[in-house]
């Protein structure tokens, strides 16, 4: 028996055991041989996403507050809010491939540059779910209310060493 039949009689004897509404996930070609569709790829669906605030050295004790808890205590947001100079968001694909992870900060830290009052830190902040008021061009309302939220959708939080101004330049960050 030709294999083609032998194949298209078990799908028929098949469908008699799934219900109605299900159809076959086998197509016919024009020669009445049934073929599987061509795959779709899934959607790329992340539940890890990541906010790096760009913080000024000059809220040093808060900083290291941050970076001792690993953590956005409820206390924190309000003046991580009033601290942050410039900020991004994005899923983890995104911030592995933006000048703002972890292999780009080391460059900038193990470089030799003066210290100056300009110095930054990074607060990298991994979410739980995405935050569309971390997004650029939202009001200020929406901003505030997006750090209020901070304590409860962070999960893991790091503090870059300090590092050089001009260490957010081109990185993509906005106000």
Known sequence: ??????????????????????QSPFE???????????????????DSWFLVLVVNVRHQELLEEIREQ????????????HATQFLWIGNLAEFKQ???????????????????????????????????GFEAGVSQIDRLDAFERLPEISKRVSV???????????TGVYK
């Open 28 to 46: 016919e070609n024009s020669h009445g041989s049934a073929i599987a569709p061509p795959r779709k790829a899934a959607p790329i669906v992340s």
């Open 70 to 81: 690993r953590t956005i205590l409820p206390e924190h947001w309000d003046a991580l809010y």
């Open 98 to 132: 933006s000048s703002l992870n972890e292999r780009k900060i080391e460059e900038f830290a193990n470089s030799q540059f003066h210290s100056s009052e300009y110095d930054v830190h990074f607060v990298s902040i991994e979410l739980n779910q995405a935050e569309s």
């Open 1 to 22: 028996m030709n294999p083609i039949l032998l194949i298209e009689a078990l799908l028929k004897l098949l469908q008699n055991f799934l219900p109605c509404e299900r």
């Open 160 to 170: 870059s060493p300090r590092l050089p101004s001009r260490a957010y330049r081109q």
